[in-house]
């Protein structure tokens, strides 16, 4: 054999590097969900027996309760409201030119970029100037702004690639201009928007710096677990984390299939 | 006896400059490339004809070291190359997409290869110009691929590809993408290339009549296994089964049963033919196939009625539905098409005895 | 494709109210405030630059400290990041949508969640130091792994990993595969392919995950208050503390933006010299 062919050494180092960051992604999000029910407090091994005990301790919460209530508002109305701006900007973004397209996504999608403290403080510093009072309805806006814009990419990347074929011969069949877009083209980019919905959801539920700054007094879950993480070790803590790691990756999960997101 | 047969053919011949030995390759259970033997001879232009699926584009693939053999070994100029990555052989390949590297112009995209192998830049320029002015691509230098039209690119991938002065060029269906008068145009291009530049040229094609135009030699390959290997003119006027009678060019196929030296067709008609026994099948070209008013005194004779008369320029394409039922086709000269070609005339039809081919029936 | 039409500008209005009303504004408004005075606990409109001296003056230091600690943090996730999304892209054959299909999932999953996982791992009773010491690595628990500097950047590293491999596998896909054979039969050796081919290809996906990573470590401030110990202060805790402790915007606002300019330019030099040395000959 003169040469080795490029086969061993590659594919080991490949195989070793996924499972290791499979690992490393994963193991922190497994094992707050496998503590949650363990009868250790302190969230080390030994976990002990198993026990829905944190989780009885996190119903019998007040507070839990409120900030669920608050995260339940803003994450739907967030849900709702980013979709419906979101899908009316990609419908247009869709009709323009790539480029201008493409530079209208970019600006839209500095709110992203920026670091969420900077915004933040921003947002509470305009919303104080203006006399507003700080609570859940000066949180709705303030996620609005970084949540619509993946409902705009998700959205768009769907519409550029849809074939208006379809509506001109719906139109042809004599189906006026709204009853085209109601009867073509939502059913067939219907997954595609309850996904962005879902993911719209999801980054709203997680968002604590943002909500931290502008809700005043209130509480949502994000800012009961801080409260939470700064007092005497809780263990319910990982019952609670258990539950958003649910709900935030299942909402998207459901969304990464319905929109067959790839990347 | 493979040994023995080697040996006659290399003392016969000059050093095959491409020499394929038991090569194949499986896919999972499929085999792409049933084992094959095949010598490519300095100077050849080679087509590698069959319809899609048949593992053209896998020999092709596997001669320019783009996937490994599953068995054999491969000989490039002597020395052996089955296992060595397509960086390390002395072939170049003009991809069925072109493959341009979208990201550089028109000269990077044809200098890299010059670049990697670590040529001063006054002979990459020298070597570039000399190849865009070869291709037709004055003017383009420093455009992007996308700015290109398919057969820019087609220039482009082809520039680059002979930039490296390859033993082999291989070529990957590449005209199959360009329209049909561009198409004509590359033939004649890449013919005149041949021409000027030597050199051997391997190309993959499922269309006939381009291996036709180009190919001075056309091996034949239906279902990963070489069927016919031979000069175009031998391709079409001798071809060894039914399957190559049908593929290469427009051809009026006969069953038949040869017993004790007579043909019989099953349509009744019946010739003398000197052969083994069993089933066969009878290829005539529309060209040879004869067409008049009354018996013309043929090897074999037919009636049957005029169906359908196409004008084709040079010469008239007609359908005979004969009496037994088949449908066969003669071509008459427009100019003298020897009989009354009205739809609904009764014709008989044959062929003379050097008009057809009896090959053994699949 | 049509020019911008009325219907569609009218469609295009309410995320453009939005993003008016609830970013450019306010973010416009903190820019103007970093010039102003605080008297009293009161806001005085001006136009100073004593905000931006005193950043200068005070958090230079805390300011390049976040830098270099953001850099470290930024390119280590998009090093991984691309070793990731090449492996799912050309190596991990039909393991990759799941693999592809984990890293969105880790998208979500909870920010502070995460933090506080890393920060129960990373203990001196936690997951780690407990293997190693059962797999008798080490003797006794290592106790500067959590509140230090390593475990800001191990959590942010964590954290910011799905934001560079989603973008960079983007760019990732559009790369045909075809191109990269017509390399190698040129005569490149893989090596020689990722870097003439792959990587200036890859170039949007890369800079834009490395422009995510390094913005939102070098403001993060819940990180390092958790995980990082006190002496691991970011400049996003000062950032934090000039607002809720000393109520004072201007300031924190002068800091902000202090911050914010140095990472764009620090962000448009890598890129310029990124771009450079990618560059096709």
Redesign the interface.
Known sequence: ???V??TLWPRTFWTTFGLLSVVFMMSPLVLVVFFSFGTNPQATLPVGGLTLEWYRVLLDNPDFWRALNNSLIVTLSVGALSTVTGTAAAMALARWPMGTASAAMTVLTMPVMLPPLVLALALATAFSAAGLHLSVLTVIPSHLVFTQPFVILIVYAQMVNFDHAVVESARDLGASRPRAFFTVVVPIIRPTIIGAALIAMAISLDDFVITFFTIGGGMTLPTLIWGMLRTAIDPSINALGTLIIVATIGSSAIALHLTRYRG | MQGSLDRATTAQDRQPLVRLRGISKRFGDVWAVHPLDLDIHEGEFLALLGPSGCGKTTLLRLI???I?PSGGHIDIAGR?VT??????RK???V???????????VR?NIG??L???GKPQPEIDAKVNQLIDLVHLGGLADRLPKNLSGGQQQRV?LA??LA?EPAVLLLDESLAALDLQLRKAMQDELRALHRALGGTFVFVTHDQGEAMALANRIVVLQDGRIVQDGSPHDIYTAPTTEFVAGFIGEANIFEGERRSGTVVLANGAKFADTGGDGRVVVVVRPDSMTLAAAPSGGEASMTGRIEDVTFLGTHFRVAIRLDSGESVFSHRDAAAPGTDLAVGTRVHVGWQKDGRRVVEAA | MSAIDRRSSVLFAPALVVFAVFFLIPVGFFFIVSFWQLKFYELVPAFSFENYVEVYREYLHAGSFTFSIALIIATLTTVIGFLLAYLIRFRAGRYGPILLFLVMITLFGGYLVKIYAWKTILGTQGILNAGLMALGIIDEPIAWILYSPHAVVLTLVHFLLPFAVLPIYGALRGI?D??L?????????PF?VLI??VL??AMPGITAGFALAFLISAGDYVTPRLVGGTSTFMVGNFIESQFVNRLNAPVGSALSFSVLAACLVTLAGATFLARRLLR??
């Open positions: 054999m003169r040469i062919p490029h | 320019g070291g783009f490994e052996d296992r060595l990555g397509p960086e390390r072939t170049n390949m991809f069925q997409s072109y493959a341009l590297f979208p990201h550089m112009t990077q890299y290869g670049r990697i192998a991938a680059r590809a490296m | 045909a075809d191109p054979e017509a390399a190698r039969d040129l005569g490149a050796r020689r003439d081919i200036p290809q096709p000959r």
